[in-house]
């Protein structure tokens, strides 16, 4: 008889299992981030027939317009855990401020920082979505968390990953034990292991960047990117360009062939476009997780110590020898 594919939850059961101390919390808001993965896969499913595509009139902080989906995919989120019992502080790139959550605690321990729909410019076209999370501890019980305890070292993270809606819909998450992938079975609702211990490649041949930035970048991302079209069979060059629009949807596609992604500084914005606590900690996170390498051009992204809640980052991530490849051109080592 041919054997069941391990379910999300009995995987977090078993996993849990090995923990003696584990009180279950944790495992539940595992599944809880599942659910929003299916609420939000279930409505770009049938967005382009309920009137939810197109833009708001409304912009978020970052003074970006919000598509439809971008405020539904927030709502989501937020429903969800201010429900779930496990989280008693939310933060994501749609909302100015935190929410605390005083039902919550003090027996929530965790707060979720969240992009809730990564590649919304694809939202109109059908093209590929995500949503990335971050998930931190919060030790104390005498009070609710401030703002700045929600800005810590992605070193500090216990858990991340993200939602990839594509052709199936997929959650991938680490706990810092290896790289773990689900993917939704639509018929029995269900997330099936499908991705065990992924390991992303040490070099690809694949690399990721929005080249009409072109101009704006410094000489060494230039040169760097014009390295990879030269044609040397002995490098394994020629690259090979795939650019989505989607970060998740590129990075997942680097983690399991190899490759790199870049969303480097530019002359006159050197501090990139992608936010550190919402994209670049969790994708480095996992990156790492699976042998590959996550950088600013100049350090690490992990150890970066924030100084806002949506400050932005320049990344560079994939496969290490690739990444480490990317730092000498831009550091002028090359």
Excluded at 37 to 52: E, H, P, V, Y
Excluded at 210 to 217: I, L, P, Y
Excluded at 258 to 280: M, S
Excluded at 288 to 314: D, F, I, N
Aim: glycine fraction near 10%.
């Amino acid at each position: 008889m041919r054997e069941f594919p391990l379910t999300l939850s009995r995987f977090i059961i078993q996993s849990q299992a090995s923990h003696p101390g584990a009180t279950g919390e944790f495992s539940n808001l595992l599944t809880q981030i599942g659910l929003v993965g299916k609420l939000i896969s279930q409505d770009l499913r049938r967005a382009g027939l309920i009137n939810i595509l197109g833009a708001t009139d409304d912009t978020n902080v970052q003074g970006e317009t919000v598509k439809k989906l971008d405020a539904i995919a927030n709502d989501d989120f937020v429903k969800v855990f201010q429900h779930s019992g496990y989280v008693c502080a939310l933060a994501s790139e749609e909302m100015e401020k935190p929410i605390s959550i005083p039902d919550n605690w003090p027996h929530g321990k965790y707060m979720l920082l969240f992009d809730p729909l990564d590649g919304s410019s694809n939202t109109d076209n059908n093209m590929p979505l995500g949503a990335i999370f971050s998930v931190l501890k919060y030790e104390r019980d005498d009070r609710l968390p401030t703002e700045g305890e929600l800005m810590r070292r992605g070193t500090e993270q216990i858990a991340a990953g993200y939602l990839l809606y594509g052709s199936s819909t997929m959650l991938v998450y680490t706990v810092g034990q290896g790289v773990y992938g689900f993917t939704l079975e639509p018929s029995i609702g269900e997330y099936l292991l499908s991705h065990e211990k992924i390991r992303i490649p040490e070099k690809g041949r694949v690399y990721a960047v929005n080249e009409g930035n072109c101009r704006k970048w410094s000489e060494g991302t230039k040169k760097y990117v014009d390295s990879l079209k030269v044609n040397d069979k002995a490098t394994g060059r020629p690259y090979s360009s795939r650019y989505s629009g989607c970060l998740v949807a590129d990075v997942h596609r680097l983690l399991l062939g190899g490759g790199i992604y870049l969303y480097p500084g530019e002359v006159d914005k050197p501090e990139g476009k992608l936010r550190l606590l919402y994209e670049a900690n969790p994708l480095a996170f996992v990156v790492e997780q699976a042998g590959g390498k996550a950088s600013t051009g100049t350090s690490r992204v992990l150890e970066v110590e924030p100084k806002k809640l949506h400050q932005r980052v320049p990344l560079l991530i994939g496969s290490r020898q690739d990444v480490e490849q990317a730092e000498m051109y831009i550091q002028g080592k090359d």
